[in-house]
């Protein structure tokens, strides 16, 4: 092609150049096809993603309700999140983590977020 000529196609045709960058953009980003049936991933895919808890305690039980999947605590100050030492509920992630433990258990807890208790520690 005769660069005059390509200078010109370039000029008149800008959207066939962001058109080309979007549809690469949309491969590299696509998510992955599917599974095949009969294979499975589980053997090669990491376990499970775990986020970092949001801040780390420990605390005694004071009460613990399996029904609504909640356990208050009184905790000691939690630097992290510039808390006090006080007395409040928390919701748990999994009702598994309400297994075994009475009240009176001292524990140490990881937090999932300001108010979800995501796992659980006996001391």
Do not use: C, Y
Request: proline share 9%; net charge positive; glycine share 6%.
């Amino acid at each position: 092609m005769n660069p005059q000529n390509r200078k010109h196609t370039e000029t008149r045709h800008p959207s066939r150049l962001a058109a080309s960058l979007a549809a690469l953009a949309l491969l590299l980003l696509a998510p992955p096809a599917l599974a095949q049936p009969g294979h499975d991933h589980a053997s090669h895919a990491p376990a499970r993603a775990q986020t970092a808890p949001l801040a780390s305690g420990q605390g005694i039980v004071k009460k613990i309700d399996r029904e609504k999947q909640r356990l208050t605590l009184a905790h000691d100050p939690i630097a992290q999140l510039q808390w006090p030492a006080m007395t409040m509920p928390f919701t748990v992630v999994d009702p598994a983590l309400l297994q075994g433990l009475e009240v009176g258990d001292r524990i140490g807890f990881d937090l999932k977020d300001e108010q979800t208790i995501g796992a659980v520690r006996k001391r």
